[in-house]
């Protein structure tokens, strides 16, 4: 028998002569509980809106992108495409252009991240699910359109209901600026926008997207892309897709980069993992604080025990025993708090995950607040709290155990 873990089980649970002692023991013990409850559920929640921003940047950014190790732009050799298509867990692949451009709409002026892409993606474009008015659409017969997202329509006052075009300009590349003449240094294609589209706020206030051809003949390029997106397959696994990016590397060279999404957006994930860390230690210190509770009813206690303390060094007990002993019964409190808080955040969360009855105010993407539970989270949770109480439950006995009872 663990004679310190069962003397600090009797203690934890016998009544105690002063009455305060329970009600300080059980605040500690609900604090916890709320603490880790909180934890729980910040976290999870924060998982649930992590996810829900990659979901909607993967409607514009590919699993995959290959890019030119130098320069802007590269003309695409078909045995390459052809070889990194064959690829296991390929499915759509995608030609693009890009570049920050000048638009001019119904007198309404600004600078837009044009995107060219070709006719492949126009046919299964992830922005198809996202349009909030008129339709994905970037030809009309023989004529070029273009899709603009909402901010920048709303920003332009653009509206596929009406038949004006846009202009788009941008300064040739094989000629000189002339102040002379001005408009004769630049290049301009115009389309009418057929849709809008909505992915988040970043992406809406700036992204419009026409055909590669249309953007090739205003940029000046003929064959140019300044990239190819990739897409993988429905269900492929992380480690695949890994696998993958390092045989697209062996097939195209050191003249090209291959980025996950992680890479293509460097600066807004390590954000994102940062704002987590940051709620992480925020509650943590909460919880510090809330745990402080423990060192107040652990050194009552020890006060009130003096007696039994005595009892067990006259048979034999060492000063480590009783140590323990004491460290036992504050950590069981917090081990008691945390074990409720487990209990009721991992189970809000799962009712929240299921049946979504906390709704999101306003209009927005999801009606519910979105929620996930990872066991990484409730494993770092539990060694953290169990952590924080064990240490909090040894400042009282080391100062109290010899101080107080002798």
Do not use: C
Not at 70 to 89: D, H, N
Not at 94 to 106: A, C, P, R
Not at 285 to 290: A, S
Request: aromatic share 10%; hydrophobic share 45%.
């Amino acid at each position: 028998m663990n004679l310190p873990l069962f003397i600090a089980g009797r203690y934890l649970f016998a009544k105690k002569s002063h009455n305060v002692i329970n009600i300080i023991s059980a605040i500690s013990a609900v604090g916890m509980a709320i603490g880790t409850a909180a934890l729980i559920i910040i976290l999870s929640v924060y998982n649930g809106f992590d996810e829900l921003v990659k979901s909607t940047l993967g409607n514009v950014e590919p699993d995959i992108l290959i890019s030119p190790a130098k320069g802007k732009v590269f003309t695409p050799e078909e045995s390459m495409i052809r070889q990194v298509a064959a690829l296991p867990g390929v499915g759509h692949y995608h030609k693009i252009l890009e570049e920050n451009v000048f638009v001019d709409y119904d007198d309404h002026q600004g600078v837009a991240k044009a995107k060219g892409v070709d006719e492949e993606y126009e046919k299964d474009s992830p922005l198809i699910g996202h349009m909030t008015a008129g339709v994905f659409s970037l030809h009309k017969g023989e004529i070029p359109q273009m899709v603009a997202g909402a901010g920048l329509a709303y920003k332009m006052g653009m509206n596929p209901a009406f038949l004006s075009s846009a202009t788009i300009y941008f300064p040739a590349r094989d000629r000189n600026f002339s102040l002379a003449n001005p408009a004769a240094s630049i290049e301009s294609v115009s389309m009418r926008p057929a849709g809008i589209f909505t992915v988040n706020q970043q992406i809406d206030e700036e992204l419009m997207i026409m055909p590669l051809d249309q953007m090739r003949l205003l940029l000046g390029y003929e064959s140019e892309v300044s990239g190819i997106e990739i897409r993988m397959e429905e269900g492929v696994s992380q480690k695949e897709l890994k696998n993958t990016i390092s045989k697209i590397k062996d097939v195209v060279g050191p003249g090209f980069r291959v980025l996950d999404r992680f890479r293509q957006n460097t600066s807004l994930y390590k954000m994102m993992r940062y704002e987590k860390a940051a709620i992480f230690l925020i509650l943590i210190f909460i919880i510090i604080i809330i745990a402080f509770n423990i060192f107040g009813s652990l050194t009552m206690l020890i006060i009130e025990k003096k007696d039994d303390i005595e009892t067990f060094r006259s048979l034999g007990a060492t000063e480590g025993t009783l140590r323990r002993t004491f460290t036992l019964e504050g950590w069981l409190i917090s081990l008691l708090g945390l074990a409720a808080g487990l209990v009721i955040g991992t189970g809000f969360a799962f009712l929240q995950q299921r049946f979504g009855f906390i709704k999101m105010p306003g209009n927005f993407l999801v009606s519910a607040y979105p929620v996930i539970v990872r066991w990484s989270d409730l494993l770092l949770t539990v060694a953290g709290v169990s952590l924080i109480g064990y240490l909090i439950a040894l400042l009282p006995v080391r100062r109290n155990i010899t101080a107080e009872t002798r």
